[in-house]
């Protein structure tokens, strides 16, 4: 059997096709092998920020099922750079350049995009639903039934805050670039992702920074993760966040461009009616493959792996060199 260790931005994730088992692993051998392959002093390859698990779909119309067990064994509804990744490794599979996948809450249309440099892959993913009503994310104790563009003392002065689930759950702020290299965004992260009042979910919290007309830098922390070299649906929520209160510097439809501390990406986000859609649009990266046998998956026993390195690293590192140098916070290689 064979995995892919994958990323988008930087973004690092083991990629488990379940659909080429004898035996599926369970929920509960999944959480354990993702809490092994994960941790980088336990797993291998340096961790990653979770695994993506293919299944067969069960909806009409979708071509597979993606799931997205994070770091420490949580389930998130969604994950925008990894589901690139999923559908890049589907669209190999089933010889198709767009189609649907199914993920918990909604299926999602994809499509391969023009390569963003020579054997960097990229594909775009539809990012929806989006609500900002409190009980979607959820939020309370906020005495608000929607967060936009809001000062939210509790959680720090002098920010302003927006809240969107798309459907897993975003906190934003706009913010300086000596606010966005501070120690806020961790501090508040932590604390919004231990036992608090407000989300009792916990929330993936993104701080971003306006560096033009479309155009901004976005830092993540994420619930289930810890900081991330990039969340590619933090940066489709700040991607709307941006449109909607900086309606003179973001705009609908138009090609915007975030940059991230692991690379590039480019989001388009859409308002139909009250509706709201996001395209996110970012390299699809295989950097290695590992051979394990079944029984080491179930197992979650990684002591007799072989990787094979793929070239795709080199290529994405030859892609980030010519971007801007803009923050210098990369989390992890
Ligand atoms: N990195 C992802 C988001 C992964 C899920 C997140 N940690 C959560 O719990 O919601 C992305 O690229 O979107």
Do not use: W
């Given at each position: 059997?064979?995995?892919?260790?994958?990323?988008?931005?930087?973004?690092?994730?083991?990629?488990?096709?379940?659909?080429?088992?004898?035996?599926?692993?369970?929920?509960?051998?999944l959480v354990e092998f993702t809490k092994k392959i994960a941790n980088p002093?336990?797993?291998?390859?340096?961790?990653?920020?979770g695994v993506l698990v293919i299944d067969q779909a069960t909806h009409e119309?979708?071509?597979?099922?993606?799931?997205?067990?994070?770091?420490?064994?949580?389930?998130?509804?969604?994950?925008?750079?990894?589901?690139?990744?999923?559908?890049?490794?589907?669209?190999?599979?089933?010889?198709?350049?767009?189609?649907?996948?199914?993920?918990?809450?909604?299926?999602?249309?994809?499509?391969?995009?023009?390569?963003?440099?020579?054997?960097?892959?990229?594909?775009?993913?539809?990012?929806?639903?989006?609500?900002?009503?409190?009980?979607?994310?959820?939020?309370?104790?906020?005495?608000?039934?929607?967060?936009?563009?809001?000062?939210?003392?509790?959680?720090?002065?002098?920010?302003?805050?927006?809240?969107?689930a798309v459907p897993n759950p975003h906190l934003i702020s706009f913010v300086?670039?000596?606010?966005?290299?501070?120690?806020?965004?961790?501090?508040?992260?932590?604390?919004?992702?231990?036992?608090?009042?407000?989300?009792?979910?916990?929330?993936?919290?993104?701080?971003?920074?306006?560096?033009?007309?479309?155009?901004?830098?976005?830092?993540?922390?994420?619930?289930?993760?810890?900081?991330?070299?990039?969340?590619?649906?933090?940066?489709?929520?700040?991607?709307?966040?941006?449109?909607?209160?900086?309606?003179?510097?973001?705009?609908?439809?138009?090609?915007?461009?975030?940059?991230?501390?692991?690379?590039?990406?480019?989001?388009?986000?859409?308002?139909?009616?009250?509706?709201?859609?996001?395209?996110?649009?970012?390299?699809?990266?295989?950097?290695?493959?590992?051979?394990?046998?079944?029984?080491?998956?179930?197992?979650?026993?990684?002591?007799?792996?072989?990787?094979?390195?793929?070239?795709?690293?080199?290529?994405?590192?030859?892609?980030?060199?010519?971007?801007?140098?803009?923050?210098?916070?990369?989390?992890?290689?």
């Amino acid at each position: 059997m064979q995995i892919e260790k994958v990323h988008g931005s930087e973004n690092h994730f083991f990629l488990l096709d379940q659909t080429k088992l004898q035996t599926k692993l369970s929920d509960q051998e999944l959480v354990e092998f993702t809490k092994k392959i994960a941790n980088p002093q336990t797993g291998i390859l340096a961790g990653s920020d979770g695994v993506l698990v293919i299944d067969q779909a069960t909806h009409e119309g979708a071509v597979a099922q993606m799931r997205v067990i994070n770091a420490d064994g949580s389930e998130a509804s969604m994950c925008g750079n990894g589901l690139r990744t999923v559908s890049r490794y589907l669209a190999q599979e089933l010889s198709l350049d767009q189609f649907k996948v199914q993920t918990l809450n909604a299926d999602l249309q994809v499509s391969k995009s023009e390569s963003f440099a020579p054997n960097v892959p990229a594909f775009s993913v539809e990012i929806s639903p989006v609500s900002f009503a409190a009980e979607k994310l959820p939020f309370k104790n906020l005495n608000t039934d929607e967060l936009i563009d809001q000062a939210v003392p509790e959680f720090l002065p002098n920010l302003k805050f927006t809240s969107l689930a798309v459907p897993n759950p975003h906190l934003i702020s706009f913010v300086s670039a000596e606010e966005l290299a501070s120690d806020d965004l961790g501090n508040l992260g932590k604390r919004l992702n231990a036992k608090n009042p407000y989300f009792p979910d916990g929330v993936n919290v993104s701080f971003a920074q306006i560096l033009g007309k479309n155009k901004l830098f976005v830092r993540t922390y994420e619930r289930g993760v810890g900081f991330t070299n990039a969340c590619g649906t933090g940066m489709s929520a700040t991607s709307l966040a941006f449109a909607l209160t900086h309606p003179d510097q973001g705009q609908f439809d138009q090609e915007i461009t975030v940059y991230n501390p692991g690379g590039m990406v480019k989001t388009n986000v859409h308002k139909t009616g009250e509706t709201y859609k996001i395209n996110l649009i970012g390299n699809a990266t295989v950097t290695h493959h590992v051979d394990i046998s079944e029984a080491d998956l179930h197992a979650a026993n990684l002591d007799n792996v072989t990787i094979t390195k793929t070239e795709e690293e080199t290529a994405y590192q030859a892609f980030v060199t010519q971007l801007p140098k803009i923050n210098d916070i990369s989390v992890k290689s």
